[in-house]
């Protein structure tokens, strides 16, 4: 099932895909009452071995979220792993951020319902390296009024990193579940991360903000419409568009009646209308 999903976010044409990686006894106490449902959907060393082998063979970036330590090393084991993801409820597991730092690879930290003073830490953990700290958090699904797009610029201006939106809003919402995302970047969130099932209808783990593959494939679409629509951020400059409208709409000075050569002109001479020139 996660390499048929994993299908289709390649078919999709997105940039990257996410897998989560955890130890069901390492996560949850048995009293957790979601102890015995995530022993269910735990997979095997062996499982990811294949799942991220066989993806590896795409044109695709792997991403792993690993919750604990040994999960890491299973999923850094393969070799295919692109970059990862340290989950919101890691942010203060010194040890997972430093070996995940070690790889030198792309990370993403998430940061979603953590105190300044976590992330700050966190932050300054990685220092120069390649990082891009998520805002967003999964409340099934979450609630506009908890979106808070605002923090991505007052990440991004405070500490100087790169920003992404991790967008749980309610799929069923089919306006905003690609407004939200589309205010996220021109909010300034280079990433935007994105569940994706096989058949929400069934109502799997994290259905609530997960699109079906077909909804998937025209919200990749129309995140990669985006940078074109908001244009780069550089000094004031007029499109080839941009001219034409200004030739069309501006009023140049024209002559308002035959006016002899030689003769000194006045204002009734002159007159303002558009030319198209």
């Known amino acids: 099932m996660a390499l048929e999903i994993a299908m289709h976010v390649i078919n999709a044409g997105a940039d990257a ?25 735990e997979l095997l060393p062996e499982q990811w071995q294949k799942i991220l082998g066989q993806i590896s063979s795409n044109n695709i970036e792997i991403i792993v979220e690993p919750y604990d330590i040994e999960s890491f090393h299973l999923a850094e084991k393969t070799g295919v792993v692109n970059g990862y993801k340290i989950p ?50 999964q409340n099934f699904p979450t609630k506009l009024e908890d979106s808070k797009l605002y923090q991505i610029r007052q990440l991004k201006e405070a500490l100087g990193c790169a920003v992404g939106y991790a967008d749980h809003v309610d ?25 994706i099932t096989d058949d929400r209808t069934r109502k799997g783990k994290d259905h609530y903000s997960a699109l079906n ?31 034409k409208y200004r030739r069309f709409t501006k ?24 030319t198209n020139e």
């Open 17 to 41: 895909v996410k897998f989560q990686i955890f130890n069901r006894d390492q996560l949850l106490s048995r009293s957790n009452p979601y102890f015995k449902e995530f022993g269910e959907i």
């Open 88 to 137: 919101t409820a890691n942010i203060e597991e010194t040890d997972l951020l430093k070996v995940v730092k070690q790889t030198k690879k792309s990370v993403y930290l998430g940061v979603g319902g953590s105190e300044w003073s976590e992330i700050k830490h966190a932050v300054s953990l990685f220092k120069s390296s390649k990082i891009t700290l998520l805002c967003g958090f």
């Open 171 to 195: 799929a069923e919402d089919q306006e905003m579940t690609r407004l939200l995302s589309t205010m996220a970047v021109v909010a300034g969130a280079t990433v935007i991360e994105k569940h």
């Open 213 to 243: 593959p077909d909804e998937f494939k025209s919200f990749v679409r129309l995140m990669r419409s985006l940078p074109n629509i908001i244009g780069k951020e550089k000094e004031w400059s007029l499109s080839k568009a941009e001219m």
């Open 251 to 274: 009023r140049q000075a024209v002559a308002a009646q035959d006016i002899a050569v030689g003769k000194e002109l006045d204002l009734k001479d002159i007159v303002f209308k558009r």
